[in-house]
């Protein structure tokens, strides 16, 4: 017999969503694979910052005078952020936003597994801390992959932050790629993005409403498109059949990998999406030329940089839905003119009054359905 105690039995560890992805390692990891961005010497960077802080700024008065909406006057200032800045942001918010829909698929997985060792009269296992960890870091890099790349593409951003405090920001070294690529001139083009920045603050905060309604939507979603533990094999099989024309461009990968109903929820968020992202952009170019005299200069260019994308821009494009996101920007700004053209600005915004005035998936494309269904 050992005069030694027999070492005690671990406690099962209690599993949640968010050890599915080690956020803290990926924000780290992603930071250090983004590129720096465009060379700039320490004056021009400063002179860009302080320019960008300047254009939120002007930015506020062009934007509720045009959209005839305002954010309140206590709104946090925008911030403006390295790629890196914009990528630990980020990983706080997605971690946040992803946490229930993480802990519905442990919630399922587990007990499918024990399903599984209750008709095999076995235990369940334990999900150990170590394995846990690994879980994540591993889950950790392929986030870390994704945002790298797209923290190249952002120029800004209104953060909703389901975590803590909604904040605006500017990524400063991408809009200064943007504007060497298009050659316009600076100044214009950073109060033409801030204008679309600070609409998104407008649709946020004047619509107190509006920030919750799109999490939860968002969340909904998230979790009906995680399939169940026993249907994931079936599932990549399918995946992998449709990938040939995802990467070709003729199929969209959202619609891949949802199942009919879930596709009816993504109709409906993408909606919204479409909404919010047609109104900023048609509030950016209203503004018109005395405010920003080289505002249809601009829209030119910037339409032909989104056209002119490289053959392995368009496929990642493809892979992470980033080509609908583009046609949200289209679809949602020709529902607005088509509205504002039917009823005016303040017709218009009824689309604020509560969830049920927002846009149907069909009166996206169908601006005449949604005035009749709202005006009457």
């Known amino acids: 017999m050992s005069d030694h105690p027999a070492p005690p039995v671990p406690e099962p560890v209690d599993v949640q969503g968010s050890a599915l992805v080690d956020w803290e390692f990926a924000a780290a990891a992603a930071a250090r694979l983004a590129p720096p961005g465009p060379k700039a010497d320490r004056a021009e960077i400063a002179a860009l910052v302080t320019d960008l802080r300047s254009a939120a ?4 008065g062009p934007v509720a005078e045009t959209a005839r909406m305002q954010a309140p006057a206590d709104a946090p200032p925008a911030l403006v952020v390295d790629r890196a800045g914009w990528i630990r942001a980020n990983c706080a918010s997605m971690g946040e936003m992803l946490a229930p829909v993480l ?5 399922r ?3 499918a597994d024990r399903q599984r060792a209750e008709r095999a009269g076995r235990e369940l296992p334990d999900l ?4 846990q960890a690994i879980s994540g870091k591993v889950t950790g890099t392929e986030v870390a992959g994704l945002l790298s790349w797209v923290s190249t593409k952002v120029l800004g951003q209104y953060d909703l932050a389901p975590q803590g405090n909604p904040t605006l920001m500017f990524v400063a070294p991408n809009i200064l790629g943007a504007e060497r690529e298009l050659g316009v001139d600076p100044a214009d083009f950073r109060l033409w993005v801030a204008v679309h920045e600070e609409t998104h603050r407008v649709q946020f905060t004047a619509v107190p409403w509006l920030r919750q309604h799109l999490i939860d939507q968002a969340r909904s979603v998230g979790t009906t498109m995680m399939p169940e533990p026993d249907q994931m094999g079936q599932r990549l099989v399918e995946i992998a059949r449709a990938m040939p024309a995802v990467l070709r461009g003729e199929e969209d990968i959202t619609q891949v990998v949802a199942t009919p109903e879930q596709r009816e929820r993504l109709a409906r968020v993408t909606a919204v999406m479409s909404l919010l992202e047609g109104h900023a952009d048609v509030v950016m170019d209203e503004v018109g030329p005395s ?7 601009i829209r030119r260019q910037f339409t032909q940089r989104r056209k002119g994308a490289g053959n392995v821009d368009k496929l990642l494009r493809r892979l992470l839905g980033m080509e609908a996101k583009m046609r949200q920007y289209k679809d949602g700004a020709v529902f607005v003119r088509a509205v504002v053209d039917q009823v005016g600005v303040d017709g218009f915004n009824q689309v604020w009054t509560s969830p049920e005035t927002l846009p149907h998936p069909t009166e996206i494309a169908d601006p005449p359905a949604w005035v009749a269904r709202v005006h009457g």
């Open 57 to 60: 700024s002007r930015a506020v």
């Open 103 to 107: 802990d519905d698929v442990i919630a």
């Open 109 to 111: 997985k587990r007990e």
């Open 128 to 131: 150990g801390a170590a394995s």
């Open 291 to 297: 405010v920003i005299p080289s505002v249809e200069h």
